[in-house]
C-alpha cells in the first residue's frame, strides 16, 4: 500500500532564505507527482506536476525533483517572501485513478 | 472563467439529517473526485467518477452517496449513516481518465461541514 509522508510538519523561516521540503513514499511504481499549495480554509493550488519519466520541474522560484528509486520528491523555493507562508501537500499518483497525498508541512515566512 | 465551484462554503449538519454537497466544473473534464480532509491528516478519497453515468468508491465511502448524471456535476451526499462527518470537503477534477502521466488535478475551494 503507497504511503506518502512529508517532512517537517511545520517550519519556519525568515525572509529570503532558500528551502527544500521532503517527500517521500513507498512504492516507486507512479505515474506522476503533483506538488500543491494549501491556504488556511481553501482549495489546493497546484503548483508543479513531474511526470515519472521527468528527474525536474521549475517554475518560477520554485523547483521540484523527482528520484523514484528513493522514493523521494524535494520541493525547493528560492527567496522566500511572507507570501509564501501555506500548507505545501505532495501527492504521487499510481496505477489507479488515485492520488495519494502526504500529510503536508505547513510553512512560515517570517518578514 | 474556467475552474471548479463549490457550495455552499459554510455547511451545518443536525444529527440524523441529510446534506448535499455541490460541486460544477466548467473545464470540460471527464473525472471527478470528492476528498475529506480532517487536521493533521492527508486527503481522503471518498468516491470518484471517471464518466457520466458511473462512479467507484475510494478508500472512506461509507455513509456517503453521489451521482454523475451530467459531466459538469458530481453532487456528494453525506448521510446520517456518516457516524463523523465534521470535515473539510474538497471536490477536484482531472484531464485525463486513464491512467496518464500528465494529468493534473485541479480542486474547488473546499466546503466546511459541521456536525451541531
Known amino acids: 500500500k503507497q504511503e506518502v509522508t512529508q517532512i517537517p510538519a511545520a517550519l519556519s523561516v525568515p525572509e529570503g532564505e532558500n528551502l527544500v521540503l521532503n517527500c517521500s513514499f513507498t512504492d516507486s511504481a507512479i505515474y506522476n507527482l503533483q506538488w500543491f499549495r494549501q491556504d488556511p480554509g481553501k482549495g489546493l493550488t497546484s503548483l508543479l506536476l513531474i511526470q515519472s519519466s521527468q528527474r525536474e520541474q521549475t517554475s518560477g522560484r520554485l523547483n521540484a525533483s523527482l528520484d523514484k528509486s528513493s522514493g523521494r520528491s524535494t520541493l525547493y523555493i528560492a527567496a522566500s517572501q511572507p507570501g509564501d507562508s501555506a500548507t505545501y501537500l505532495c501527492?504521487?499518483?499510481?496505477?489507479?485513478?488515485?492520488?495519494?497525498f502526504g500529510t503536508g508541512t505547513r510553512l512560515k515566512v517570517l518578514a | 472563467d474556467g475552474g471548479i465551484t463549490q457550495s455552499p462554503k459554510y455547511l451545518f449538519r443536525k444529527e440524523g439529517q441529510n446534506v448535499t454537497l455541490s460541486c460544477e466544473q466548467n473545464l470540460n473534464h471527464d473525472a471527478m473526485y470528492w476528498y475529506r480532509q480532517d487536521p493533521g491528516q492527508g486527503l481522503r478519497l471518498i468516491y470518484y467518477?471517471?464518466?457520466?453515468?458511473?462512479?467507484q468508491k475510494g478508500d472512506i465511502a461509507e455513509g456517503y452517496s453521489v451521482s454523475r448524471e451530467k459531466k459538469e456535476s458530481f453532487p456528494l451526499t453525506v448521510t446520517s449513516a456518516q457516524k463523523n462527518p465534521t470535515a473539510f470537503y474538497l471536490c477536484?477534477?482531472?484531464?485525463?481518465?486513464?491512467?496518464?502521466?500528465?494529468?493534473?488535478?485541479?480542486f474547488g475551494p473546499g466546503t466546511r461541514l459541521t456536525v451541531l
Open positions: 467518477s471517471q464518466i457520466v453515468n458511473d462512479f
Open positions: 501527492a504521487v499518483k499510481g496505477g489507479t485513478y488515485k492520488y495519494i
Open positions: 477536484a477534477s482531472s484531464t485525463t481518465p486513464a491512467g496518464g502521466t500528465t494529468d493534473t488535478q485541479y
